[in-house]
């Protein structure tokens, strides 16, 4: 993973002309003054912790896998968010951990959190390093230093339930591989969110990950039968069933607590026989009201495709939903939507349903071409985002959720947030996910870069994040919360529900070690409460 990008550098390519041509006459968008950091400019802080900390945390996991030097730490800085990136790339690593330890057990795990709860070191558990939210950067005030617990070598298939369809799984196992160790039982997991390439499976379940093809195959969270969670107060084995009536789910504690409440060590999960066909195509509908209805019909009385996403005017326009083909389309391209259609023999029948609806709902069938374009690059935005920030744009996607009837309320109220902070962005936006009830927005803006491009970037999200919660929307689907969302949850799931919170943080974690800052905000060691 780059350090100050995303993925592959290999992968990086120069922008087309279109995209710098509309970047210069629409945006004004100029090439930075000042060129960005090297590895070796990178500035970071002394490692904070004490020679008896580091000697303890060997003890547990061995020399070899406690880590405190200047690549280790660089690349165990922050997460993928652009404001993140911004950061890296003007050379500030004033976030980075002290230390990387790497456990190889659910025991190890368990022994690292007493030391750290013991010595009052803040501990960051760390997957693929994905999270656009904020959510791997730890307070350190009030704490004696800050390690990030990386999962890597947690990274086996344990066991195949084939009669069950449950598959127990490591957490730092990341999704490419997972996948090709379940596809030797010819199974799938079915989840291919546009982090797939680099996040892990406990990541997933940390932030309530939603895959792509989440309309055949469910949420992340949805796949989650059981789990094994270290917390500093000893270990918490969820799930025994299908589903249970014996009180409240305590799974769902866990997930989506963004390692704020435990370190998830093993996951039960549910899979599915591997698809043998596998169809993408592409439907044009005249507007994104227009689509939007033909998302919910399909939703609501079925037959529902594998994939389903509609992108707006503006998205269909400049080509994001078809990264290879960036400004190629017509202004009059209308709304696109990429229907994807996944299984075995009844996959033919199934999508000439799906298209008998669409029809109605005043669809124009495209063919196979634009859903295979699609699929061919779906996992390829955010190396355009680091093409934009190279070329002055500041470029970052948000994302909410909410039920049909108010879905153009809250549409509308997120364009009007950012036009009003940003003056003229680029606004853009696709149904990522539907749902019977309602259905997630996912927004991508690009802007010029001011002479402060973090501010301008921290005010605009401000804004649009209490825009968010004034429309009735979630403040995310499937980013999480980290920090960056941490003030607009709390105004969501009100006093009463930030109490509750706090009321299990302080109970699986009382020297509140784990991910201080994140998701819930640490009075103990001094942090500002505000919000959460």
């Known amino acids: 993973m780059l350090w100050s990008g995303w993925g592959d550098p290999a992968k990086a390519s120069e922008l087309p ?18 060129p960005a950091a090297s590895f070796g400019e990178v500035r ?61 057990s659910h025991a190890e795990v368990l022994a690292l959190l007493r030391i750290c709860a013991e010595h009052r070191v803040a ?19 009030g704490f004696a230093g800050v390690v990030a617990l990386d999962l890597a070598r947690l990274n086996r298939l344990v066991s195949v339930d084939a009669e069950s369809m449950v598959a127990e799984i490591e957490p730092g196992l990341r999704a490419p591989q997972a996948e090709q160790l379940l596809a030797g039982h010819g199974l799938t997991l079915g989840h291919f969110p546009q982090s797939f390439e680099y996040a892990t499976l406990g990541g997933f379940a940390a932030a309530r990950s939603s895959g792509q093809a989440s309309a055949g195959y469910g949420r992340f969270d949805d796949m989650v039968v059981g789990m094994t969670v270290a917390t500093p107060r000893g270990t918490l084995d969820l799930g025994r069933a299908p589903k249970s009536a014996a009180g409240p789910d305590l799974r769902q504690v866990i997930l989506g607590s963004e390692g704020s409440f435990g370190v998830i ?7 599915r026989r591997a698809p043998a066909e596998r169809v993408y195509e592409g439907w044009r509908f005249e507007s994104f009201a227009a689509g939007s209805a033909a998302l919910r019909r399909l939703a609501q009385d079925g037959p529902l495709p594998t994939v389903l996403r509609l992108s707006d005017e503006t998205e269909t326009m400049v080509g994001l939903a078809r990264p290879g083909e960036l400004g190629g389309l017509a202004a009059d391209a209308g709304c696109l939507v990429i229907a994807g259609h996944e299984g075995f023999s009844e996959v033919a029948a199934r999508r000439e349903r799906a298209a008998a609806v669409l029809s109605e709902c ?30 002055g744009a500041t470029v970052e996607t948000l994302e909410t959720a909410g039920f049909w009837s108010n ?22 936006c696709h149904v990522s996910h539907v749902y019977g009830t309602g259905a997630s927005l996912y927004f991508t803006v690009v802007t010029a870069q001011s002479d402060d491009p973090l501010a301008q970037w921290e005010a605009a999200k401000r804004s649009v994040n209490e825009a968010i919660v004034a429309a009735g929307g979630t403040i995310s689907h499937h980013h999480g919360v980290g920090r960056d969302h ?20 302080d109970r699986l974690d009382p020297e509140g070690i784990l991910n201080p800052g994140v998701l819930i905000a640490e009075s103990a060691s001094g942090e500002d409460r505000s919000g959460l």
């Open 17 to 34: 002309e279109p995209i710098r041509r509309l970047l210069r006459d629409m945006l004004g968008v100029h090439a930075p003054q000042v």
């Open 44 to 104: 970071l802080p002394a490692v904070a912790l004490s020679p008896l900390v580091l000697t303890r945390l060997r003890g547990v996991v061995g020399a070899d896998h406690v880590r405190f030097d200047d690549d280790a730490r660089i690349r165990h800085t922050r997460g993928k968010s652009t404001p993140d990136l911004m950061r890296m790339r003007a050379g500030d690593g004033s976030d980075a951990p002290d230390a990387v330890v790497l456990p190889g």
């Open 123 to 141: 501990v960051v558990p760390f997957g693929g390093g994905t999270s656009v939210v904020g959510g791997l950067v730890a307070a350190r005030r």
């Open 265 to 271: 060590t093993s996951l039960r999960l549910r899979v």
């Open 362 to 391: 005043g669809g124009v069938h495209l063919g196979p071409g634009p859903g295979e374009s699609w699929a061919h690059g779906r996992y390829s935005a955010p190396y355009l985002r680091d093409s934009l920030l190279a070329a």
């Open 407 to 428: 879905l153009p309320r809250l549409y509308d109220a997120v364009r009007l947030s950012l036009h009003a902070s940003l003056g003229s962005p680029l606004v853009m």
């Open 486 to 505: 941490r003030e607009a949850y709390a105004a969501e799931i009100g006093d009463l529900g930030v109490e509750i919170l706090r009321g299990v943080k």
